[in-house]
């Protein structure tokens, strides 16, 4: 029901990330406080979380650079509690929609318009 106590970013290789280089958005869209743990080079990074915050949609927002100098800049979203898209309670006996659900749809979305620019036109030689 509720959001996590921590939330977990683990990159493919070391980073360095600066001290509020992750900013947790709760469902208000306000900026809560976040204490991010980890090495100054690390490949993993927790965002703890302070305790009784309200269940809906979050967005975490990470942004900090690899050790060969290139930004890592992105966001993900994730849900906590009863909570549809729209953000109104699931109704009763309904199921709510969870951040894994609105990740694969997004990634549906675009496979699909990078398939549509990729696909080869009558016309055109390949």
Do not use: C, K
Not at 24 to 30: H, I, S, T
Not at 95 to 109: D, E, Q, S
Request: glycine share 16%; proline share 9%; net charge negative.
């Amino acid at each position: 029901e509720a959001p996590p106590d921590q939330i977990t970013l683990e990159f493919a290789g070391p980073m360095v990330m600066a001290e509020n280089g992750v900013e947790v958005r709760g469902p208000d869209g306000e900026v809560l406080p976040a204490t991010v743990l980890g090495s100054a080079t690390s490949d993993v990074f927790l965002a703890v979380l302070d305790p009784g915050a309200p269940a809906g949609v979050w967005t975490v927002e990470y942004d900090g650079l690899s050790l060969d100098g290139h930004r890592v800049l992105g966001s993900f979203t994730f849900v906590s509690g009863d909570v549809v898209l729209g953000g109104a309670p699931a109704p009763e006996g309904g199921r709510a929609v969870g951040g894994l659900a609105v990740l694969l749809l997004t990634l549906a979305a675009g496979f699909a318009v990078l398939a549509r620019v990729l696909a080869p036109t009558e016309g055109t030689p390949r």
